[in-house]
C-alpha cells in the first residue's frame, strides 16, 4: 500500500493515547490523530509516514462518538490549551486512570499494581492561579493579546475569554489589549529583537482573592516609558477594575534585558501594591500553611488540587510514626513545610537556587524549624547526608529519576518512599528499579490536577 502526506484516510479511533492523540488503524498500522476519542469514526489528512506508525490531522469527524461532548470555549480546536474539553469530565478521569495502569503493565512490566481510583477535581473550569499571554501578531498581522497557536511559533491567538484561571483574569486581559493598542505600543518580534510588549502574567491566590500581574517586556523603550506603564497601573487599579470577589494587590512591570554575547538579565519594577501575593494552603488534616509569591516564583498551579495532592502524601508518609524524612527534588518546600509538622527533622534537596531560597523563606514565615535545606544535585548531595531517613519522598521532573539516584535511595535503606510524579510512564519504570532493591508497591494514587487535558499527577507509596 503506497501512502503519501496529505492523504484523505477513514479511521475508527478505538482508544487514546498518552498525550491526548486518538488512536485507530489504517491498513493494519496504528494511526494516532488529533482531537479525536474513542468511537469517533473521522477523515483524516497524514502527516507522517512510517513503517510501524501513521499521524493524521483531523479533516471531519463522520460519526461522532456518542461519548462526545459539546466543548464549553468558543477557541476549542484552535487554541490547544484544552485538550480532551469534547469529553465529558468524567470519561477524562477514566482514560487518565487508564493510561496510568498502562504505564505499570507496558513500560514498567509490573502486573497486579494497587491503583486507587483517581481523584477528580471539583473544580474543572477556572481553575488555575497563574496565567500566561503572550503579545504577538495574529494570523492576519494584526495586535493580538493570548496564546500561542499549536506549531506555530509566533502566530498569537487573540483571546476575548478563558475559562482558565477566572473571568476576572479575562477581564484584565481584555483591558490590557484595549490600553496598548490605543497607545499603539508595538509587539516584541523574535525574529529580530525589535518591538516591547512581551507577555502578560495573571496570578491569583484561590484562597485568599488576590491578584497580581506582571507585564513582561524587552528594553526597547518606546517615548515616555515610564510614564505609560504608570497609566497602565493606573488603569488596573482603578475602580473600573474592582472585582466583588478578587482585589488585584500587586502590579509589576519586568523588562528583560538581552543583548549579543551577554548573559540576558532583567529588572523588576513594582508600579503598584504588595511585594509579594500571599496564598493560603488547607489540607484534608487541617494542617495550614500561607505562602508569599514572587512574579518569578514557582507554586502549583491549581491551589485547591495540589492541597489534595499534598493530602494524599501526608497520609502516606504518616501511617507509621517518622523521625527523618528526606524531601528530594524539593523545590520551594512545600511538600517538606507539611511533612515537617509530623517528622522530627526533613531535610529538602534542590538544584535550583532561588527555589531554595523561596523555600527557606517560606520555612520562616510559617514558623518551621525543624526543616534545612540544601541547594545542589540530588546525587551528589545525597553522598553527604548522614542522618538516615525513615521515609524518602521523591519528587522529580517529568525525566523521572537515574539509576544512580536509585542506587544512593537505596543505600540508605528506607523502610518507605513516596514518589510524586507528574510522568507516569517514567513513575513505572523507575518503580520497576525500586523493585528489583527489594520495594513493593502498596498504592499508587493518581490526582488530576489539570481537568480537559491529558496531564496526569500520581503518588505511589513503596515500602519494605
Given at each position: 500500500?503506497?501512502?503519501?502526506?496529505?492523504?484523505?484516510?477513514?479511521?475508527d479511533?478505538?482508544?487514546?493515547?498518552?498525550?491526548?492523540?486518538?488512536?485507530?488503524?489504517y491498513?493494519?498500522?496504528?494511526?494516532?490523530?488529533?482531537?479525536?476519542?474513542?468511537?469517533?469514526?473521522?477523515?483524516?489528512?497524514?502527516?507522517?509516514?512510517?513503517?510501524?506508525?501513521?499521524?493524521?490531522?483531523?479533516?471531519?469527524?463522520?460519526?461522532?462518538?456518542?461519548?462526545?461532548?459539546?466543548?464549553?470555549?468558543?477557541?476549542?480546536?484552535?487554541?490547544?490549551?484544552?485538550?480532551?474539553?469534547?469529553?465529558?469530565?468524567?470519561?477524562?478521569?477514566?482514560?487518565?486512570?487508564?493510561q496510568?495502569k498502562?504505564?505499570?503493565?507496558?513500560?514498567?512490566?509490573?502486573?497486579?499494581?494497587?491503583?486507587?481510583?483517581?481523584?477528580?477535581?471539583?473544580?474543572?473550569?477556572?481553575?488555575?492561579?497563574?496565567?500566561?499571554f503572550?503579545?504577538?501578531?495574529?494570523?492576519n498581522?494584526?495586535?493580538?493579546?493570548?496564546?500561542?497557536?499549536?506549531?506555530?511559533?509566533?502566530?498569537?491567538?487573540?483571546?476575548?475569554?478563558?475559562?482558565?484561571e477566572?473571568?476576572?483574569?479575562?477581564?484584565?486581559?481584555?483591558?490590557?489589549r484595549?490600553f496598548?493598542?490605543?497607545?499603539?505600543?508595538?509587539?516584541?518580534?523574535?525574529?529580530?529583537g525589535s518591538?516591547?510588549?512581551?507577555?502578560?502574567y495573571?496570578?491569583?491566590?484561590?484562597?485568599t482573592?488576590?491578584?497580581?500581574?506582571?507585564?513582561?517586556?524587552?528594553?526597547?523603550?518606546?517615548?515616555?516609558?515610564?510614564?505609560?506603564?504608570?497609566?497602565?497601573?493606573?488603569?488596573?487599579?482603578?475602580?473600573?477594575?474592582?472585582?466583588?470577589?478578587?482585589?488585584?494587590?500587586s502590579?509589576?512591570?519586568?523588562?528583560?534585558?538581552?543583548k549579543?554575547?551577554?548573559?540576558?538579565t532583567?529588572?523588576?519594577?513594582?508600579?503598584?501594591?504588595?511585594?509579594?501575593?500571599?496564598?493560603?494552603?488547607?489540607?484534608?488534616?487541617?494542617?495550614?500553611?500561607?505562602f508569599?509569591?514572587?512574579?518569578?516564583?514557582?507554586?502549583?498551579?491549581?491551589?485547591?488540587q495540589?492541597?489534595?495532592?499534598?493530602?494524599?502524601?501526608?497520609?502516606?508518609?504518616?501511617?507509621?510514626?517518622?523521625?527523618?524524612?528526606?524531601?528530594?527534588?524539593?523545590?520551594?518546600?512545600?511538600?517538606?513545610?507539611?511533612?515537617?509538622?509530623?517528622?522530627?527533622?526533613?531535610?529538602?534537596?534542590?538544584?535550583?537556587?532561588?527555589?531554595?531560597?523561596?523555600?527557606?523563606?517560606?520555612?520562616?514565615?510559617?514558623?518551621?524549624f525543624?526543616?534545612?535545606?540544601?541547594?545542589?544535585?540530588?546525587?551528589?548531595?545525597?553522598?553527604?547526608?548522614?542522618?538516615?531517613?525513615?521515609?524518602?519522598?521523591?519528587?522529580?521532573?517529568?525525566?523521572?529519576?537515574?539509576?544512580k539516584?536509585?542506587?544512593?535511595?537505596?543505600?540508605?535503606?528506607?523502610?518507605?518512599?513516596?514518589?510524586?510524579s507528574?510522568?507516569?510512564?517514567?513513575?513505572?519504570?523507575?518503580?520497576?528499579?525500586?523493585?528489583?532493591?527489594?520495594y513493593?508497591?502498596?498504592?499508587?494514587?493518581?490526582?488530576?490536577?489539570?481537568?480537559?487535558?491529558?496531564?496526569?499527577?500520581?503518588?505511589?507509596?513503596?515500602?519494605?
Amino acid at each position: 500500500m503506497q501512502l503519501k502526506k496529505g492523504q484523505l484516510v477513514e479511521v475508527d479511533i478505538s482508544s487514546i493515547a498518552f498525550g491526548g492523540r486518538g488512536i485507530g488503524k489504517y491498513g493494519g498500522i496504528t494511526c494516532f490523530v488529533d482531537n479525536t476519542m474513542p468511537g469517533d469514526k473521522v477523515t483524516a489528512s497524514l502527516t507522517k509516514i512510517k513503517s510501524n506508525f501513521l499521524e493524521a490531522q483531523l479533516v471531519e469527524i463522520i460519526s461522532p462518538s456518542k461519548d462526545r461532548c459539546t466543548p464549553k470555549c468558543k477557541y476549542f480546536g484552535t487554541c490547544g490549551g484544552c485538550q480532551l474539553q469534547f469529553m465529558p469530565y468524567e470519561k477524562q478521569l477514566e482514560l487518565k486512570e487508564q493510561q496510568v495502569k498502562d504505564a505499570f503493565e507496558r513500560i514498567g512490566k509490573i502486573k497486579d499494581v494497587n491503583i486507587s481510583k483517581i481523584i477528580g477535581s471539583k473544580n474543572i473550569y477556572y481553575y488555575r492561579n497563574k496565567m500566561e499571554f503572550s503579545f504577538g501578531l495574529d494570523a492576519n498581522m494584526k495586535f493580538a493579546l493570548g496564546m500561542h497557536l499549536p506549531n506555530r511559533r509566533f502566530d498569537i491567538l487573540d483571546l476575548q475569554e478563558c475559562h482558565l484561571e477566572s473571568e476576572f483574569s479575562s477581564k484584565i486581559v481584555n483591558k490590557t489589549r484595549d490600553f496598548f493598542v490605543d497607545k499603539k505600543l508595538e509587539t516584541f518580534k523574535y525574529t529580530n529583537g525589535s518591538g516591547f510588549l512581551k507577555a502578560l502574567y495573571i496570578r491569583e491566590g484561590k484562597r485568599t482573592n488576590e491578584v497580581m500581574i506582571n507585564i513582561v517586556t524587552s528594553d526597547n523603550l518606546p517615548k515616555d516609558a515610564e510614564k505609560i506603564m504608570k497609566d497602565y497601573s493606573d488603569v488596573l487599579s482603578s475602580d473600573e477594575m474592582k472585582d466583588n470577589d478578587k482585589e488585584i494587590t500587586s502590579i509589576y512591570w519586568t523588562m528583560i534585558i538581552a543583548k549579543k554575547g551577554v548573559p540576558k538579565t532583567s529588572k523588576e519594577f513594582l508600579l503598584y501594591g504588595n511585594k509579594s501575593l500571599s496564598e493560603k494552603m488547607i489540607l484534608e488534616n487541617g494542617d495550614e500553611m500561607v505562602f508569599e509569591i514572587l512574579p518569578q516564583a514557582f507554586f502549583q498551579v491549581n491551589t485547591f488540587q495540589a492541597e489534595v495532592l499534598y493530602s494524599q502524601v501526608v497520609r502516606m508518609a504518616t501511617n507509621k510514626p517518622q523521625q527523618t524524612i528526606f524531601d528530594l527534588f524539593c523545590g520551594t518546600g512545600t511538600i517538606g513545610l507539611f511533612l515537617a509538622k509530623h517528622a522530627e527533622q526533613v531535610y529538602g534537596i534542590e538544584l535550583v537556587e532561588d527555589a531554595v531560597k523561596v523555600a527557606r523563606e517560606n520555612a520562616l514565615k510559617n514558623k518551621t524549624f525543624n526543616i534545612d535545606f540544601f541547594t545542589g544535585d540530588v546525587d551528589k548531595l545525597l553522598k553527604d547526608l548522614k542522618e538516615p531517613p525513615s521515609i524518602i519522598v521523591i519528587d522529580p521532573p517529568r525525566i523521572g529519576i537515574t539509576e544512580k539516584t536509585v542506587k544512593l535511595i537505596n543505600d540508605f535503606s528506607p523502610n518507605q518512599l513516596i514518589y510524586v510524579s507528574c510522568n507516569p510512564a517514567t513513575l513505572a519504570r523507575d518503580c520497576a528499579w525500586l523493585i528489583e532493591y527489594g520495594y513493593k508497591i502498596k498504592e499508587v494514587q493518581p490526582v488530576d490536577m489539570f481537568p480537559h487535558t491529558y496531564h496526569i499527577e500520581c503518588l505511589a507509596l513503596l515500602e519494605r
